[in-house]
């Protein structure tokens, strides 16, 4: 257990978000959350990584538990290096860091999200996947084990974001370790990046979940497979519109 979440409600502009959402997270596992516009996604999601008090309810946490949030925009700093924007969490928390040991780090994660021959760069000369690689990477910097997306591919162009849909499930499936919530409106995204998937009704009330076994996680490596065009129909189908 990762999270155990009871009775969860929270009142926003005026709206009463969740009615007592309730729900238990496994470590280890990728959890997409779907619905429709308006309908708490991203509260949920800041609720989760404790940037946002409920106003009701209970959210109990695993111990060691080490964070990192990644948001839409990738919001790098303009003054400073693709690498410099990196190592920033690590320059932030812990300055004694050794220079050799944060530059391993960050070349090591340049490498991952294939940057290798952009870390000298500027934000300004990168390309809307690129600077959301360099994103990623800065999230990762201080090897956290759970991870927090808010649609980080939202407003990237399909073949980008499929690309970095690869790289993202690719990352994951090396660590089991990790555990990841992820915020979409695509209903494709979650089907190829989840182990499970939760649809949220239009007052952020729990409507359907879905879990994806180990063997259609395998078929769904094929976006245009039977397995991920039925259960994209199922998410669908759950929506609240």
């Given amino acids: 257990?990762?999270?155990?979440?009871?009775?969860?409600?929270?009142?926003?502009?005026?709206?009463?978000?969740?009615?007592?959402?309730?729900?238990?997270?496994?470590?280890?596992?990728?959890?997409?959350?779907?619905?429709?516009?308006?309908?708490?996604?991203?509260?949920?999601?800041?609720?989760?990584?404790?940037?946002?008090?409920?106003?009701?309810?209970?959210?109990?946490?695993?111990?060691?538990?080490?964070?990192?949030?990644?948001?839409?925009?990738?919001?790098?700093?303009?003054?400073?290096?693709?690498?410099?924007?990196?190592?920033?969490?690590?320059?932030?928390?812990?300055?004694?860091?050794?220079?050799?040991?944060k530059a391993l780090a960050v070349s090591q994660l340049l490498t991952q999200v294939k940057l290798e021959n952009a870390g000298k760069l500027f934000p300004e000369q990168l390309s809307g996947g690129m600077k959301m690689r360099a994103s990623i990477a800065r999230a990762l910097i201080t090897e956290p084990n759970l991870l927090f997306l808010d649609e980080p591919f939202a407003a990237l162009d399909e073949n980008t974001r499929q690309i970095l849909q690869n790289d993202l499930r690719s990352m994951m499936s090396r660590d089991a370790s990790k555990s990841c919530f992820f915020v979409t409106h695509s209903v494709s995204e979650a089907v190829f990046l989840s182990d499970e998937i939760l649809v949220l009704d239009r007052n952020g009330a729990l409507k359907l979940k879905v879990q994806i076994s180990d063997g259609q996680k395998k078929e769904t490596l094929s976006r245009f497979s039977e397995t991920s065009m039925s259960l994209a129909q199922l998410i669908s189908r759950g929506y609240d519109v």
């Fill in 1 to 101: 257990m990762i999270f155990e979440v009871t009775q969860l409600a929270h009142r926003f502009g005026g709206r009463n978000l969740f009615q007592g959402f309730s729900y238990q997270f496994s470590r280890g596992k990728f959890y997409s959350i779907c619905g429709p516009s308006g309908c708490g996604k991203s509260t949920l999601l800041r609720i989760l990584a404790g940037i946002l008090k409920p106003t009701e309810g209970t959210i109990k946490s695993a111990q060691n538990l080490k964070e990192s949030f990644v948001f839409q925009e990738p919001r790098l700093l303009p003054w400073l290096s693709v690498e410099e924007n990196i190592a920033l969490p690590l320059t932030l928390q812990n300055q004694m860091t050794e220079p050799l040991t």
